[in-house]
């Protein structure tokens, strides 16, 4: 892996490369290593992946991105504020305020997060999210639980093994993670909100009487939401430079 010390007030870094790939999700690791290509990861997020506690991560994106650096096929570091164009070369400006110039043949782009080129845009239809609640009354059910909601934004709630609680070897102690599809126009509606999953799964949870010793319903607090892109499209409202090759889902 090349890393570029951030710099300001010297000339840009100039890198000669006959092929990119742009982009963060899984599609875009596997086509750069599958190609042998270079990869741009233009953008923080990260597909989700949940791990009980020091196992390792079994996830294509992480040894993809472990592939590449060991072929030294990540040129630049993860902390990309803005990609563009300037004159025939990719410019990069990162975080740092490092500015980096790629003379390259062929650019291959998956993703658009960050990304500013005239002629092409991305329009996201929905998202797959994912709450983790911790479930801190009650949290040894010992059995896993999957319940799939009908006709509504939430698919599917399930418990997890937790991190929370040590010696738990043998997972009894639970935590519950729900999965929802949301449209893009509703993503930050209330309506779509983390409380309003809470409450959906408490509902649940009275429904199916899931109390501790027989005495009180299970009590959750949520911890975290993860959301990515899940339908999305790229529109282009004129010709591309003849280099670009667009990759959508």
């Keep these: 892996m090349c890393y570029i010390s951030s710099m300001t007030g010297l000339s840009p870094i100039q890198i000669k490369l006959p092929n990119v790939v742009i982009g963060w999700r899984e599609e875009a690791i596997t086509f750069a290593n599958k190609k042998n290509y270079h990869l741009i990861v233009n953008d923080e997020q990260r597909p989700f992946v949940h791990f009980f506690r020091y196992e390792d991560v079994k996830s294509n994106w992480y040894n993809g991105i472990f592939e590449l650096g060991m072929k030294s096929k990540l040129p630049v570091p993860f902390d990309i504020q803005t990609i563009g164009m300037e004159d025939d070369k990719l410019k990069i400006i990162t975080k740092g305020n490092t500015k980096i110039l790629v003379e390259f043949k062929f650019l291959h782009i998956f993703d658009l997060e960050n990304c500013y080129f005239e002629g092409v845009d991305q329009t996201i239809n929905d998202y797959i999210v994912k709450d983790y609640f911790d479930i801190t009354v009650g949290s040894k059910l010992g059995h896993d639980i999957i319940v799939k909601p009908h006709d509504s934004f939430v698919k599917e709630f399930r418990t997890i093994r937790t991190n929370r ?66 339908n999305f499209y790229f529109e282009t409202t004129e010709d591309l430079d003849d280099r670009i090759v667009l990759h959508e889902p």
């Design 165 to 230: 609680v040590d010696r738990n070897s043998t997972g009894d102690f639970k935590d519950f993670l729900a999965t929802s599809i949301i449209d893009a126009q509703d993503i930050k509606n209330f309506d779509y909100s983390d409380t309003i999953v809470r409450l959906l799964l408490e509902r649940k949870i009275k429904q199916m009487k899931l109390k501790r010793n027989n005495k009180e319903y299970l009590k959750l607090n949520h911890s975290d939401r993860h959301i990515s892109k899940r």
